[in-house]
């Protein structure tokens, strides 16, 4: 799938699925619990359909539909290739310990690894903006929710779903455009 196309996709499931989540807020909790549950098995059903895994058995093969059409056969060559796995791992075992002997005789094992500074000061800052974001959504959200409110709307919780959605869309948007590999 293009990437663009996979990206904008997945910003819109984002911010849908924040939407929802948040909108649900202002119902009862039996029904904001199966609205929330409703969104994560559509997810779940949505995800299935589109990886295919639904049509396709544990070997990648097209699963038959009846025992006489190769079930029995898809768990045979299951059950072969796990035996045959288990082989090779005795035996690749008995190897490994022979070569991490050697490796620890020619090795000097060094006190402590040096610390990359640069790689230890990414992560702290990564962790203080993705912080602050939690920080600040949920501030927002709380701001918005209170001026909704007090405006008398008639649906707060929706209309700050559909604001949640949008700005979550939007920035999951952002992450995946510029998260490009």
């Known amino acids: 799938m293009n990437f663009y196309v996979r990206t904008a996709s997945t910003a819109v499931t984002q911010g849908l699925l924040t939407g929802i989540w948040v909108g ?6 039996a029904r904001r619990r199966l609205v929330r549950a409703g969104a994560v ?7 299935l359909v589109g990886t295919g ?3 396709t058995g544990a070997s990648g093969r097209d699963v038959k539909r009846s025992p006489d059409e190769g079930w029995l056969d898809e768990a045979a060559d299951l059950q072969e290739a796990v035996l045959h796995t288990d082989a090779e791992l005795r035996g690749n075992a008995a190897r490994q310990e022979i070569a991490d002997a050697r490796a620890a005789a020619e090795l000097k094992i060094a006190d402590e690894p040096p610390i990359d500074k640069r790689k230890l000061i990414a992560t702290g800052v990564a962790f203080a903006i993705s912080g602050g ?3 600040g959504r949920r501030f927002l959200e709380r701001r918005w ?9 008639p649906h707060p919780y929706r209309a700050l779903g559909v604001r949640m959605g949008a700005i979550s869309g939007a920035s999951a948007l952002v992450s995946g455009l510029t998260n490009r590999n």
């Open 24 to 29: 649900a807020g202002g119902l009862s909790p």
């Open 41 to 47: 098995a559509g997810l779940a059903a949505a995800a």
């Open 145 to 153: 929710l209170a001026r909704l409110e007090r405006q008398g709307h």
């Open 53 to 55: 895994a639904a049509r």
């Open 133 to 135: 974001a939690i920080v």
